[in-house]
Nanobody, 119 residues
């Protein structure tokens, strides 16, 4: 099975920056879409940024502050987070649509990483 491993979460002050990364491993042919979601307890997990191929899309809540990027050679997606706000506090999950070797495209999730923004 394909596995996604996230890193980069932590505690930061409001106005600060943080960079998340997520690397996929396994027998991978291609990854058509990479993206980031976030979730707080009792709330729905929501999409905040996606990178289908070379394109990028952002939720209104993070536009101008977050940047998603891909390193296709390393099967890795990044989320550069700047001007962080307390409302950005959440568990952040990466998600990828992956074409594994010998199988059909499937959706895979990272384990989640906690981002806490203090005021």
């Amino acid at each position: 099975q394909v596995q996604l491993v996230e890193s980069g979460g932590g505690l930061v002050q409001a106005g600060g920056s943080l960079r998340l990364s997520c690397e996929a491993s396994g027998s991978i042919v291609s990854i058509p879409v990479m993206g980031w979601y976030r979730q707080t307890p009792g709330k729905q997990r929501t999409l905040i940024a996606s990178a289908p191929g070379s394109a990028t899309n952002y939720a209104d809540s993070v536009k101008g502050r977050f940047t998603i990027s891909r390193d296709n050679a390393k099967n890795t997606v990044f989320l550069q987070m700047t001007n962080l706000k307390p409302e950005d506090t959440a568990v952040y999950y990466c998600k990828m649509s992956v074409q594994p070797m010998g199988s059909s495209i499937g959706v895979y999730w990272g384990q989640g990483t906690q981002v806490t923004v203090s005021s």
